[in-house]
């Protein structure tokens, strides 16, 4: 499964569906949600389950999308990069972390965040900032440890 996913992340290539793929081929689908209570907006990405990419391609062949890097690329101790982006559509957005090298480590894809246009790291901890007002913090080496704040960007 590894030479799978690089071979997409090389191509510009990411799952296109709520989820966290590892370069080990393991696939964790997420559920996103967002609520208002009281006028105030709460938004999550939660595991749901494992699965396999030949699990997802077993019932949609094209779960595959293209992305586009956007954000700044933050590198940790010379060992990895973490950047964001844009999926195919407007609405879409990712987080990444490749070695050094650009060798795919994970990818967080999100179906309704809007692009990701900068990146900051601290404490192992990755912040995403997406055009949607929202705040991912994304554990660097434990990446479906996701918590949202919504903020209004100055």
Known sequence: M???INEHWLNEELIGIDCVQKNNGEIIILNCYSFTNNNVKQSFATPICDTTIDSL?????DIWTSFEVLSNRVEINN???VLGGEGAMGNEGFV???????????????TNSNPFYKIEVENNTVFAFSSNNLLFKI??????????ENKEWS
């Open 2 to 4: 590894t030479n799978k």
């Open 57 to 61: 391609e077993k019932y949609n062949s």
């Open 79 to 81: 060992e990895f990069i």
């Open 96 to 110: 990444a972390c490749t070695d050094i090298n650009d060798n795919f480590i994970w990818g967080a894809f999100f």
């Open 139 to 148: 554990d660097l080496f434990n990446p479906e440890k996701i918590s949202i």
